[in-house]
T-cell receptor, first 114, second 110 residues
Framework: DVKVTQSSRYLVKRTGEKVFLECVQD?????MFWYRQDPGLGLRLIYF???????EKGDIPEGYSVSREKKERFSLILESASTNQTSMYLC?????????????FGPGTRLTVT | TQLLEQSPQFLSIQEGENLTVYCNSS?????LQWYRQEPGEGPVLLVT?????EVKKLKRLTFQFGDARKDSSLHITAAQPGDTGLYLC??????????FGAGTTVTVRA
């Protein structure tokens, strides 16, 4: 079974803090993604990576950065957390070269910025 | 703006009833996926449909991909409380990115 793990299930941070969210997958997938999920808005793509040290902006990259130093690990960084970044953050991975692009998700990190 | 529109947004039914969730778009997708998400968890893939007109069955769940590959439906027969959750459709284009609908919250009352 594909397993995607995220470093924290719940996180509370203060405005202005630097926040690191980590994601690890164990299925040797080439592609990894970071989404945020807000009620009524569905999942919105923040960043994705299709290879080590490669990254591309998604639909809402402002205020975020990412790092992919190893194939299995994809980190999301909030440089200076703000209250409008309070959300559920979901990491996903999928195999490269797959015609169906099936994504496998981690359990999510619920981040609250106060 | 969501590329995929899901309807209804909320659905509450009694155990044993049937339900249908719709996913519509003006865009053509190479494949479409359905996920179910339970509170506090990440989405779990249910099915992928690839061919226009394709119908897939997963026990009491029936998934259909429109002939033009722009829309899909999920039908649940004799719903059970265990079917409760947020159902998300997602369409794939020519890269690895998925476009998600906003989701349909299904509640099945015992």
């Amino acid at each position: 079974d594909v397993k995607v793990t995220q470093s924290s299930r719940y996180l509370v941070k203060r405005t202005g803090e630097k926040v690191f969210l980590e994601c690890v997958q164990d299925m040797d997938h080439e592609n990894m993604f970071w989404y945020r999920q807000d009620p009524g808005l569905g999942l919105r793509l923040i960043y994705f990576s299709y290879d080590v040290k490669m990254k591309e902006k998604g639909d809402i990259p402002e205020g975020y950065s990412v790092s992919r130093e190893k194939k299995e690990r994809f980190s999301l960084i909030l440089e200076s957390a703000s209250t409008n970044q309070t959300s559920m953050y979901l990491c996903a991975s999928c195999k490269g070269g797959s015609a169906s692009y099936e994504q496998y998700f981690g359990p999510g990190t619920r981040l609250t910025v106060t | 703006t969501q590329l995929l529109e899901q309807s209804p947004q909320f659905l509450s039914i009694q155990e044993g009833e049937n339900l249908t969730v719709y996913c519509n778009s003006s865009s053509v997708f190479s494949s479409l996926q359905w996920y179910r998400q339970e509170p506090g968890e990440g989405p779990v893939l249910l099915v992928t449909v690839v061919t226009g007109g394709e119908v897939k069955k997963l026990k009491r769940l029936t998934f259909q991909f429109g002939d033009a590959r722009k829309d899909s439906s999920l039908h649940i027969t004799a719903a059970q409380p265990g079917d409760t959750g947020l159902y998300l459709c997602a369409g794939a284009s020519n890269d690895y990115k998925l476009s998600f609908g906003a989701g349909t919250t299904v509640t099945v009352r015992a």
